[in-house]
């Protein structure tokens, strides 16, 4: 098990801090929007200092990838179930009414495809929950 730094702990409780917050019902596929990219900022700064614990690396701007992220949480000790990242991140799942997050952020970060917004905004409730999930347990180490 491995601490984050007291500057990593202090970038990602500001970072949590900015995170949008948002209340409105009738927006679902654009909140799903907002924390995607709340949940991608943190996971990408985990995954960040995961890889940069040992050597100097600079931030990827590639897609995360899931083992890696598990191996990141392990590493800093963070517990949260590996279904939650898969509805999250797995890309295998394409399957309409099935897709996870990043396949449906795709589509809508990209082209806006009304299909992706509408099944967004109807599993936002699942989405949300593994989004709250996420960053409760990044809260508890941070």
Known sequence: MADFSKGQCRFLRKLQ?????????????ELFVLNYISFE???????????CRNKSRTESKAGIPILELENALKYFDIKLDSEILKLLLDSNRGTRGKKSARNLRNGMFHQWREKDCGEASQRYEEFSHAFDVFQQALKLRS
Do not use: E, G, I, T
């Open 17 to 29: 801090r900015r995170l949008p917050a948002c209340d409105s019902d009738n927006q679902n596929a």
């Open 41 to 51: 900022s943190q996971a990408r700064k985990v995954w960040q200092y995961y890889r």
